[in-house]
């Protein structure tokens, strides 16, 4: 009987973290491009791929929903797949960058992005309070559903919402400052089964998203401290990259890919900023690590919703 269920009804949440890592490497090659001097082609093919690879599943998960619009809740009560849905709209609101090289000016995709982040994060918070208390410990996955609104400065102040923006920002440093010492309590105290250790990869992103937003406001000061963080977890993350996948392949995997993204494109701006040497070197740490990394992780995530293995080894609902 499973097996005749359509791959639409079980379309995974867990797609859409490699769908914004995706999207993440076609941003830092278009970026690199633009700093470096390196074909631009590179970054263009992937963002298009990026693209339509999102809106094929987001089209998929809509589908899902339309079908049984209670099977949002059941999806939410994992914290892998919670993350899942917030990345969705994260994706959604990192969009509009990709789409303004184009004269794409959609304000309201962002804003669409944006309204539907929240909507997930209160649900969210409804999920676990109904649950035992015990669901309801600190991971890196709520980073996705309580610091993801950290992306809207990417495409916002380009569209003209930099207070917008900002206080988006300021919301999701809350969510940053109480998660980050929770979850650091809770790392003193027990360290993640080994599948669940490349989720450790996450606490990257949302530094390396401060960083960005700071030196998009000219915050020069916040800029240097986020950015001397986002090396030192990097380099602490990378000593443990062994580690991190003891345990292989799994769709915990979708959380090396953006993260990696966000401290490549950082490494950008810093390079812009004048940054030199050590930026440079973030640069192609990042896109010789990333790129084929992310792209293993794309391919693999694909082949194995096709075959329906990754809704099963996710524990997605079904429609």
């Not at 997930?120 to 559903?145: D, K």
């Not at 400065?153 to 380009?158: F, K, R, T």
Request: net charge positive; proline share 7%; no cysteine.
């Amino acid at each position: 009987m499973q097996a005749q269920t359509p791959l639409w009804r079980r379309t995974p949440p867990a797609i859409f973290p490699v769908s914004l890592g995706f999207l993440g490497l076609g941003l830092a090659w278009r970026n690199a491009g633009a700093a470096l001097g390196l074909p631009t082609e590179i970054g263009d093919f992937l963002l298009g791929a990026a693209t339509v690879f999102y809106l094929f599943f987001l089209a998929l998960f809509v589908m899902k929903l339309a079908a049984r619009p209670g099977v949002l809740l059941e999806d939410l009560k994992t914290p892998p797949s919670r993350s899942g849905i917030s990345a969705m709209a994260m994706a959604m609101i990192l969009l509009p960058a990709v789409l303004l090289q184009f004269g794409l000016v959609w304000a309201w995709l962002w804003w669409t992005g944006v309204a539907l982040h929240v909507v997930i994060a209160l649900l969210v918070l409804r999920v676990m309070f109904a649950g035992a208390p015990e669901t309801r410990g600190f991971t890196p996955f709520q980073y996705l559903t309580f610091v993801g609104l950290i992306v809207a400065p990417i495409a916002g102040v380009p569209l003209g919402q930099q207070a917008a923006s900002f206080w988006l920002s300021m919301a999701a440093m809350v969510g940053f400052v109480i998660i980050t010492i929770g979850y650091g309590r809770k790392l003193t105290r027990v360290l993640p089964p080994p599948p669940l250790r490349p989720s450790l990869v996450i606490t990257l992103a949302p530094v390396s998203l401060f960083g960005l937003m700071f030196a998009q406001y000219q915050a020069e000061i916040w800029f240097q401290a986020f950015y001397l963080l986002s090396w030192i977890l990097a380099l602490l993350l990378l000593i443990s990259a062994r580690w991190l996948l003891s345990a292989g392949w799994t769709p915990v995997w979708g959380a090396l890919t953006f993260p990696i993204a966000a401290f490549t494109n950082l490494q950008i701006v810093a390079f812009t900023m004048g940054y030199g040497v050590v930026a440079l070197a973030g640069i192609w740490l990042g896109l010789t690590i990333g790129t084929p990394l992310i792209l293993f992780v794309v391919i693999r995530a694909a082949r194995a919703w096709s075959r329906g293995e990754l809704s099963k080894m996710s524990g997605a609902a079904t429609a």
